[in-house]
């Protein structure tokens, strides 16, 4: 006040400006928990959100003054890489999850089998969202359908007798996994007929028949 006369001061509030660091991260396919740095002024407030469904925020979600704000990130069951967004103030942090990476096992890795022919399964695990595809380039081994499949399944196989004397070995591959089939050869079986006669005492020929697999 100058001489009974009043001048008004009038000084505007703090202008409130945000920052994040990072503004943009990128996460594996796994589950995951991270935070988020948050910059302002002392007197300055702020409230976090997110639309996206697999991101969580961690509590406090709203603050005065720098600090910073967790979340928690569900697995991918996706092969695709998703994007999602959190909002502090004005601010985004832009929230990169790659896509589910695919791995294969097979139950069993490894089985035998007699010389007849025979039919059996193999089991495969996998994500649900993992798709698979069986192949053999063994002419004696027969996939049975369906050789394609997501998620965990079986195969079935059916193998035809081995002819030879020598075990054989033939591969089934489902994805990048594969199950080693062995065959025994054949067992060789020998029979006479007859297995007994009588002869008189003279000189005298015969013969005896004998049979066995080809």
């Known amino acids: 006040q100058v001489a009974g006369q009043s001048f008004t001061v009038l000084q505007g509030g703090i202008a409130c400006a945000y920052s ?5 991260r990128s996460h594996g396919s796994g589950a995951a ?19 996206n469904a697999w991101i969580t925020l961690v509590a406090p979600m709203s603050g005065t003054g720098s600090g910073s704000l967790g979340y928690q990130l569900a697995a991918n069951p996706s092969l695709q890489e998703r994007v999602g967004y959190i909002q502090v103030a004005d601010q985004f942090l832009t929230v990169r999850q790659a896509g589910l ?17 025979a039919s059996n399964s193999v089991s495969v695990t996998t994500d649900a969202a993992c798709p698979w595809t069986a192949t053999s380039t063994n002419d004696w081994i027969t996939l049975v359908a369906p050789t394609t499949g997501t998620g965990s399944g079986s195969v079935g196989y059916q193998i035809t007798a081995n002819s030879s004397l020598q075990e054989r070995v033939g591969y089934i591959q489902v994805a990048d996994q594969t199950l080693v089939v062995r065959q ?25 028949s004998v049979t066995t697999d080809e």
Do not use: E, K, M, Q
């Open 184 to 208: 025994a050869g054949l067992i060789c079986a020998f029979s006479l007929s007859p297995t007994n006669r009588n002869h008189g005492s003279g000189a005298a020929s015969n013969s005896v």
């Open 20 to 24: 994040l660091s990072p503004t943009n």
């Open 101 to 117: 990476i695919c791995s294969y096992s097979l139950s069993p890795t490894n089985r035998n089998h007699g010389s007849g022919a």
């Open 33 to 51: 928990s991270n935070s988020v740095a948050i910059t302002t002024d002392s007197a300055c407030s702020w409230t976090a959100a997110t639309t």
